[in-house]
């Protein structure tokens, strides 16, 4: 019966270790801030996300149909002329990830860690660096945000011609193409 029991709890450990961990979409956010006009800033975030963090890999998918700027047409100028969501709905994240470290992690410690994520955005990839933060809420719910901003370069994604044309349509001076990113995302077991 021991060894019974001792069995049970080594498949019960392993499957702790093991574990996916899932984004929560309603507790999770990706903010970008657009600059016009030279020194307009202005917050927008995506409304749908889902992810994943499992032995070796991180990796969230961004519903770029859900952008979200507070005004109903240029929410429709974004997915059209900006992000082409016809062609490409979503954009990736990935990142190379020690899932021990996450599951050594007590409730309420933290840790900070530079890694190089992979963004595959408009049907183009490429690194981007990023200082994580990550905490453990409970012992079933981590916190994983960026420690400072991300800033994407719309021109390494091919998104240039795209911010000329809403430049264009909204009768802007100009638009910046380099685009400041926040996130902050709650992943369960």
């Not at 990839?125 to 991300?150: E, F, H, I, M, W």
Request: contains cysteine; aromatic residues 6%.
């Amino acid at each position: 019966m021991k060894k019974l029991l001792f069995l049970c709890f080594l498949t019960l450990l392993s499957f702790n270790v093991q574990a996916t961990w899932q984004l929560n979409n309603q507790q999770s956010l990706i903010n970008f801030v657009s600059i016009k006009k030279s020194n307009v800033a202005e917050v927008h975030h995506f409304k749908s996300l889902s992810g994943t963090l499992s032995d070796k890999a991180a990796k969230v998918s961004i519903d770029l149909l859900s952008v979200e700027t507070n005004i109903p047409i240029r929410n429709e100028r974004m997915k059209s002329m900006l992000f082409d969501t016809s062609k490409y709905a979503s954009a990736t994240i990935t990142a190379a990830i020690d899932i021990s470290t996450l599951n050594d992690l007590k409730v309420g410690q933290h840790y900070q860690e530079k890694l190089s994520l992979t963004l595959d955005l408009h049907g183009i990839t490429n690194s981007v660096p990023a200082t994580v933060g990550v905490v453990k809420l409970t012992d079933d719910s981590l916190l994983v945000y960026s420690v400072t901003p991300v800033i994407i370069n719309a021109s390494d994604f091919g998104l240039n011609k795209g911010i000329e044309a809403l430049r264009s349509i909204a009768k802007l001076p100009v638009i910046s193409s380099a685009v400041p990113v926040t996130f902050n995302l709650v992943f369960n077991r």
